[in-house]
């Protein structure tokens, strides 16, 4: 069960990651790439988090930041207190040649974050049986483990997720084995080093259909059985749903490198803020009724302004039916409107705010003339 209290086991505060990209064509020069803006998020014991949001917003590039596979341009990742990136440089030697001085090696932090890719056919070397696939982090990690514990550790974990006889399955290729089956030994291979933490970036979107409940319902499972917490990378607001809904966890959405709206499953499901959390919701069918007769996205562009130039302002001022004037020139922040546990980045949320007075952005502006009453 996802879990809020005491201290987080990861922190990003004020996260911004950027990348520099050549122009075309010929053209001189280069662009830079706002991937990340700006974004603060908290990861708890047991704790279940799911960022959504269209392809490009930023998402993967946060998850990986996270998990100190993609270094910040800005502000700090900590894990349970330790800033990740000061402990890779003093292991390194670049600030002190005798190691970390904190509680936690550039190893134990290594260990504890670990990653599940989209596609397991091409995250698993195909060179490789299963058991040689698995028995190589633990060789690296645990070398002082014998070959029998092993294979004796191994052979229970293959057993526990359903893949039995264990014997065949770890004498098999990658090729040999089905797309719910990849996903299986590469959830493994995380879970054989006790992480912390396991990134899931859309771990599930490959699979079937009927094969993705199923693999939520043991990732699930499996975080009873060793307290792991998962932040969940996906496009796809129904999955996030079931997961975050069953561990009582949180759902972020992401819109152009920022963090717009977090809350429970039930508040950004059932009572979204955020104007761009309805746009989500409208393109999901299966977890919102667009009512009769409803045939286009309450959005006033579909165009999404590009990452290299992001709009002033709230940064979905140019799509947004609701927009004035205010949102073109300020940026509001993501924070508390309503006493609970959800934050959103917008300035509907605040009764006395200047939005109210501003100039709708169109004519045709759905904006109502007071505030709308939130449940």
Not at 90 to 111: A, V
């Amino acid at each position: 069960m996802s879990s809020t209290r005491g201290e987080p086991v990861l922190s990003l505060e004020n996260v911004s990651v950027e990348f520099t990209k050549e122009r075309l064509m010929g053209l001189a020069g280069s662009e830079t790439v706002h991937a990340v803006s700006d974004v603060s998020l908290d990861i708890y014991e047991n704790d279940v988090v799911a960022l959504v949001g269209e392809s490009g917003c930023g998402k993967t590039t946060l998850g990986k930041t996270a998990i100190g596979v993609q270094r910040p341009t800005r502000g700090t990742v900590s894990y349970r207190g330790q800033d990740i990136w000061e402990t890779k440089e003093e292991s390194s030697g670049w600030f002190n040649r005798g190691g970390s001085d904190g509680e936690y090696s550039e190893t134990d932090i290594r260990k504890a974050l670990q990653i599940i890719h989209q596609d397991p056919g091409s995250a698993l070397n195909s060179n490789y049986v299963v058991e040689s696939i698995l028995s190589d982090p633990l060789k690296r990690w645990n070398p002082d483990m014998s070959e029998a514990d092993r294979r004796e550790r191994i052979y229970g974990f293959l057993e526990y997720v359903g893949m039995a006889p264990a014997e065949d399955y770890a004498e098999r290729y990658p090729h040999q084995l089905s797309g719910g089956e990849q996903q299986r030994i590469a959830l493994i291979r995380a879970l054989l080093m006790n992480p912390d933490l396991i990134l899931g970036d859309e771990a599930i979107s490959a699979l079937d259909v009927s094969l993705r409940v199923e693999m939520m319902d043991l990732l699930l499972e499996l975080q009873d059985q060793f307290n792991t917490s998962y932040l969940f990378i996906s496009h796809n607001l129904a999955n996030a749903k079931y997961l975050t809904q069953r561990a009582g966890g949180r759902i972020g959405i992401m819109y152009l490198g920022e963090l717009v709206e977090i809350g429970t499953p039930e508040q950004i499901i059932h009572n979204p803020q955020h104007p761009y959390t309805k746009v989500l919701l409208w393109a999901t069918s299966d977890v919102h009724n667009r009512g009769e007769g409803v045939t286009t996205p309450p959005v006033r562009s579909l165009d999404i302004p590009e990452a290299t130039d992001p709009p002033s302002g709230c940064r979905f001022h140019t799509r947004c039916p609701e927009a004035r004037e205010t949102c073109r020139n300020t940026k509001p922040a993501l924070k508390d409107h309503d006493g609970d546990s959800r934050r959103t980045a917008c300035f509907r949320g605040e009764d006395q705010h200047e939005y109210w007075q501003s100039t709708p952005l169109e004519e045709e502006s759905t904006v109502p003339q007071q505030p709308a009453q939130s449940d």
